[in-house]
């Protein structure tokens, strides 16, 4: 008899949980009887639950209460304070169990957040095993304190729920499926044989972690995994990490070629950080290419440090990237068409898009009859063309080229729509001497030739850009078919930057107040500053490589804990109008403090909003990390905002750089 798994045993905990509720609801029930008068359950987020992708990444999922914004702590410590949707998380530690409670908060905040009731998800992700599962929250229906009746059959049904829900018993079988038609992969050699073997298979089934270096990561130099005319073929990768430490200039590690219905899912593949990543004129091989197939799906795949064009689709019929995620391209992340080698029935959702050095999603040749065919949607795209790698066209001056996270160049028939875009900036980009990096969140049109049409790009939140939120590129018009609606396009230099098309409810609130720390010796003239924390020193530096934006930053340095008095460095303030919704964007070296809009009343305080550092999405190749997203209407009685960096941390260092506010 095999030993009871994690799940199993949670399971057996939630119906020991079911019988505790039933007794506290009918204590409760006897209690409302007997004539005490309790108070209305207060609000929670509703349908919260989470979607676990792998051993250390999963996704949380809720709707905000009315007018409130949702509280998220992680196993007792604030996360986050949002007014999003969603929050995504990475790097879980599979070893422990997390703990996630979700409040209601108001819009003006709240000095008792532990003593609102909760919406409660449970992880462990120790034990995970594809596919992806879900799992749903218990509401914590009053605090402990509370007197609050508790309706019986709401709680017999809420926690019958809860135990069938939670805490699935998983089934029987091993973790990895050992099926006949499986050819079962513990090693290097095992998987080349398999691969040579493909024809013979239904599924190449990896079960451990694998590694090559130098010579054998490029068998007889060409892909590890080259599946030429292969149908009907899945690659099961069971949440394992495939690492090349050498040889990845003279391969691709994924090739397909012809064939049909491959799907490569649950692994991930990874290049090497170590390794150095090629230039445009190496023509390194694609990491993983695509060509003359149909049906290729890429599913919670995590594809990193990819040395050229990461990922290549030429002529195919029937292509996916889902639930995944693309880090650090060398030079471009995903690629699909090219020109006169379309791709048709693209469907790219649900994925992460970060660190590209240039485009993350490049469409080149995408081809449909309506705006349905093919499909961009529900992604996120942070810090991508952080490196331009193309030189300028020669009449336009030299250097190398800023552009968009997103590049739509040569499409027909697709619908983008319900993206994140965020924190774009170039650190070699030609324009960088002129209006900064330059860096677009989404690019249409290829220069001086129209080649976009039957699109809409739609509900798409697009902050933090040095240059355009939205541009087509120059004489590249935009015929009536391409719809630009409904998007919020935040703190960028100029939100929306289109010649033609049909524009319609766009939400533009671009960058009114910017700060880079230089021309003047004097951090005073910028900024407001308390440093009374024993040890703390603000000052500015110039000369440093962490500038964004020409040479100098503000740095802040802690030698002692300054809980008891925070180091702040604040804006100076900027007036607005009651109603306003306000935005604050900088770039920071790390995830110590928080990052914070302070309102007041010709300088009497009247409410904040925060966010934790923490937040930021993190980075393995850059000095600076864009702040998370912070946003907020000004309250009634306020007519001033600043932008302000907290730190509580002691032994810290701390640099920030241009300072954005917009909206006012």
């Not at 609000?43 to 639950?49: D, E, L, R, W």
């Not at 992700?125 to 605090?143: C, H, I, K, L």
């Not at 590049?407 to 924190?423: C, K, M, P, S, W």
Request: proline fraction near 5%; charged fraction near 15%; aromatic fraction near 6%.
């Amino acid at each position: 008899m095999l030993p009871p798994t994690y799940r199993q045993i949670r399971s057996v905990l939630a119906v020991l949980f079911v019988c505790l509720c039933l007794s506290i609801a009918k204590l409760g029930f006897a209690q409302s009887a007997g004539g005490s008068s309790g108070n209305s359950q207060a609000s929670v987020p509703s349908n919260a639950h989470a979607l676990v992708y792998s051993t250390t990444a999963a996704e949380l999922f809720f709707n905000p209460a009315p007018n409130t914004l949702t509280h998220i702590t992680h196993n007792g410590r604030e996360r986050t304070i949002t007014d999003g949707h969603s929050l995504w998380l990475e790097g879980l530690d599979r070893s422990i169990e997390h703990r996630f409670e979700l409040r209601s908060v108001p819009l003006n905040g709240t000095d008792n957040v532990v003593n609102l009731p909760a919406a409660s998800i449970v992880l462990f992700t120790g034990d995970f095993t594809p596919p992806t599962y879900r799992v749903e929250s218990s509401n914590q229906v009053a605090n402990a304190s509370s007197n609050s009746a508790v309706n019986e059959s709401t709680a017999i049904n809420s926690f019958l729920i809860e135990a069938e829900t939670i805490a699935p018993p998983p089934p029987e079988p091993t973790a990895v499926p050992e099926l006949s038609s499986a050819c079962n992969v513990s090693s290097l050699s095992q998987l080349v044989t398999c691969v040579n073997q493909a024809s013979n298979f239904d599924l190449i089934n990896v079960r451990n972690d694998l590694s090559c270096t130098g010579g054998n990561c490029c068998p007889s130099n060409k892909a590890i995994v080259e599946l030429r005319g292969i149908s009907n073929l899945t690659i099961e990768g069971n949440g394992t990490r495939f690492l090349r430490s050498g040889g990845q200039r003279q391969c691709s590690l994924i090739d397909v070629i012809g064939g049909s219905n491959i799907t490569i899912k649950n692994w991930t593949v990874d290049d090497d950080i170590a390794s150095a990543p090629c230039q445009v004129a190496d023509r390194c091989p694609r990491m993983i290419h695509v060509r003359n197939a149909s049906t290729v799906t890429l599913d919670n795949m995590t594809v990193q440090n990819g040395k050229g064009y990461t990922i290549y689709i030429d002529r195919v019929n029937g292509f996916e990237f889902i639930n995944s995620r693309l880090i650090n391209s060398g030079v471009l992340g995903l690629y699909i068409g090219h020109g006169d080698r379309p791709s048709t029935n693209v469907r790219v959702e649900n994925s992460l898009f970060v660190d590209n050095q240039t485009n993350a999603l490049a469409l080149l040749g995408v081809t449909g009859s309506n705006e349905n065919v093919n499909v961009v949607r529900n992604n996120r795209f942070f810090r991508n063309h952080r490196l331009g790698q193309f030189p300028v066209a020669p009449q336009f001056g030299t250097g190398l080229t800023g552009g968009g996270q997103v590049y739509l160049a040569q499409v027909t028939g697709l619908t983008f729509e319900n993206n994140t875009i965020r924190d774009g900036y170039c650190a070699n980009c030609f324009v960088q001497r002129r209006a900064r990096s330059g860096v677009t969140g989404l690019e249409l049109g290829i220069p001086n030739r129209a080649t976009v049409s039957r699109m809409r790009v739609a509900n798409n939140t697009i902050s933090h850009h040095d240059g355009f939120g939205i541009h087509s590129n120059t004489n590249s018009i935009l015929p009536n078919d391409v719809v630009v609606q409904n998007n919020l396009l935040n703190n960028n230099t100029q939100g929306l930057g289109i010649n033609g098309g049909q524009p319609s409810n766009n939400v533009e609130n671009d960058t009114r107040w910017f700060q880079s720390f230089e021309g003047n010796n004097d951090l005073s003239s910028f900024f407001n500053v308390n440093q009374s924390c024993p040890g703390a020193i603000v000052r500015r530096q110039c000369g440093t490589a962490d500038a964004r934006f020409g040479s100098c930053v503000a740095e802040i340095t802690t030698s002692a804990d300054c809980s008891a008095n925070p180091v702040r460095l604040s804006s100076k303030q900027q007036s607005v109008n009651p109603g306003d919704a306000v935005q604050a964007s900088a770039w920071v070296s790390s995830t110590a403090g928080r990052w914070c809009l302070v309102f007041s009343n010709n300088g009497s305080f009247v409410s904040e909003r925060c966010e934790p550092l923490a937040n930021s999405q993190p980075t393995t190749v850059d000095n600076l990390l864009g702040t998370p997203a912070l946003g907020e209407r000004v309250p009634n009685g306020a007519n001033q905002v600043s932008a302000e960096l907290r730190i509580t941390q002691g032994g810290v260092r701390v640099v920030i750089d241009d300072v954005k506010l917009s909206g006012f």
